[in-house]
Nanobody
């Protein structure tokens, strides 16, 4: 089992940047593929980005490509999401997620979730 705790959210103006972090504890972090999801008010949860256990494979939601970067530091058991050129439509609760399965970490059936952290982008 792995526990996930997000940090780094907050309020930023449009065009600004934030870096989210997700600290993991429990089993070795490298055993897990990791992802960032988000849920905006009144909408479903969607995958923003995912990264394989080694970090060699990454995937992004089309609307964030070129603006967001997912990365991980397995030695520090930490996942990151660097978010640049933020837009008001990026406003959402962001969740860190982990799974031993690459297909599952990219779906709503992912096994482990963080508690979520709010990101607000003002216009």
């Amino acid at each position: 089992q792995v526990q996930l705790v997000e940090s780094g959210g907050g309020l930023v103006q449009a065009g600004g940047s934030l870096r989210l972090s997700c600290a993991g504890s429990g089993r070795p972090f490298s055993n897990y593929a990791l992802g960032w999801f988000r849920q905006a008010p009144g909408k479903g949860r969607e995958l923003v980005a995912a990264i394989s256990g080694s970090g060699s494979i990454k995937t992004y939601l089309d609307s964030v490509k070129g603006r967001f970067t997912i990365s991980r530091d397995n030695a520090k058991n930490t996942l990151y999401l660097q978010m640049n050129s933020l837009k008001p439509e990026d406003t959402a609760v962001f969740y860190c997620a982990a799974d031993t399965s690459w297909p599952r970490v990219r779906s709503s059936r992912v096994t482990y979730w963080g508690q979520g952290i709010q990101v607000n982008v003002s216009s």
